[in-house]
């Protein structure tokens, strides 16, 4: 079991952790790198092989028109920590193409009812927001219909795209503040690293301190019942009776014949 839990500190726990911190350290690093960056065309980014995962974060502006027809809500969302829902909205840009924009959240009323969503405007306009990559999906998640509106459960263009029946980009974009067809904006996350290096550094901690616990109460075992044989064959010792004396050839005869008068 010793061996089993320092195995996966080692191979699971650690990495696990390890891993959460590169990754937030990594996204730290593109939104600091963003606020100093002009926004560039979204069809800059889109083109060729399409953004790489060093692109999210970065502000892009898109010139186009809604297509409020095909509204998609996100459920069980959290947002400053109290629940939402993430309002979707497909966006037919000027340079071709269809792609999927985050115009923000609205609170649930009345427990989890669905309030009443402001749509987004006619017309072309022009949006200042940040290029995010699909969150991808998980199989007993799919989506439904429900008070008039289709609802999914993450933010995945090509979920989307298969629920709307339209071709989209599989990236999407989060609107700033003050755009047109914006909601609750949703903020970004803290520039903070958190504790996922400490907790794999505390994992990696355990996996070699797990052996070594084991090696120390086994060695202990040993010693103590090495004393304890020790303390239990001298006692043994003590308790046997001394050997008699060898008798001398005189006393053997004397036993035979008699001891003379």
């Given amino acids: 079991m010793v061996v089993g839990f320092a195995y996966a500190c080692f191979t699971v726990l650690a990495p696990w952790q390890l891993g959460k911190n590169t990754s937030t350290e990594g996204r730290n690093g593109r939104i600091a790198a963003s606020m100093a960056q002009d ?11 399409g953004p790489t995962i060093e692109d999210e974060w970065r502000r892009a502006l898109a010139q186009g028109s809604y297509l409020p027809e095909s509204d998609v ?3 069980l969302r959290s947002v400053e920590s109290q ?25 649930p009323v009345r427990g989890t009812e669905i309030p009443e969503i402001p749509p987004a405007p006619s017309g072309p306009v022009t949006l200042d927001a940040r290029i995010r990559m699909s969150e991808g ?19 995945d263009a090509p979920q989307v795209a298969s629920v709307t029946g339209l071709d989209l980009e599989d ?14 904006v949703i903020p970004l996350p803290q520039l903070d690293s958190g504790p996922y290096l400490s907790y794999g550094l505390q994992w990696l901690a355990f996996g070699i301190m797990a052996p070594l616990g084991l090696g120390y109460f086994v060695w202990a075992e040993l010693r103590e019942r090495r ?15 001394a050997e008699a004396a060898p008798r001398t050839a005189s006393e053997k005869l004397a036993d035979r014949y008699g001891r003379p008068r």
């Fill in 171 to 184: 990236v999407y974009l989060q609107l700033d503040a003050d755009q047109p067809g914006g909601l609750g």
């Fill in 39 to 49: 926004p560039v065309p979204v069809g800059d980014l889109l083109g060729g092989d």
């Fill in 73 to 75: 809500l996100v459920r």
């Fill in 137 to 155: 999906t998980v199989e007993d998640k799919a989506p439904f219909v429900d008070d008039g509106y289709q609802q999914v459960y993450f933010i």
């Fill in 83 to 107: 629940p939402a829902y993430e309002v979707l909205t497909p966006f037919a840009l000027d340079s071709g193409g269809t792609i999927l924009v985050n115009r923000g959240y609205v609170r």
């Fill in 227 to 241: 004393k304890s044989k020790g303390s239990q064959d001298g006692g043994d010792a003590a308790e046997a009776p």
